[in-house]
């Protein structure tokens, strides 16, 4: 049964930075694309980033571009999310998700199961 248990997230002031992980306990996990999902209050979930199997493929929203930065740790299972000059408006809940097998993580609707999230909160 695959498993997603999100952490790292908090309060902090607008400019500052969060490291978020995602422990994964998935079958074979170094085959499965990853990425990391938000939703705002009242807002649709987006896609934020995501990785390909490798590690070697990265896409990003055009809002986090630059201050974010996701990455993975295949020996650990782990993948994180490193977010720096924090704004308000990247308050939310952010998921972990799995995208496809061999997949580069460069498309939201290939992923298709989240975990159950942890909250970010930028004050300003």
């Known amino acids: 049964q695959q498993q997603l248990v999100e952490s790292g997230g908090g309060l902090v002031q607008a400019g500052g930075s969060l490291r978020l992980s995602c422990a994964a306990s998935?079958?074979?996990?170094?085959?499965?694309?990853m990425g990391w999902f938000r939703q705002a209050p009242g807002k649709e979930r987006e896609f934020v980033a995501g990785?390909?199997?490798?590690?070697?493929?990265?896409t990003y929203a055009a809002s986090v571009k630059g201050r974010f930065t996701i990455s993975r740790d295949n020996a650990k299972d782990l993948v994180y999310l490193q977010m720096n000059n924090l704004r308000p408006d990247d308050t939310a809940d952010y998921y972990c998700?799995?995208?496809?097998?061999?997949?580069?993580?460069?498309?939201?609707?290939?992923?298709?199961?989240w975990g159950q999230g942890t909250q970010v909160t930028v004050s300003s």
């Open positions: 998935i079958r074979s996990f170094s085959i499965y694309a």
């Open positions: 998700a799995v995208g496809r097998v061999l997949g580069d993580g460069s498309s939201g609707p290939d992923f298709n199961y």
């Open positions: 990785i390909s199997w490798s590690g070697d493929v990265t």
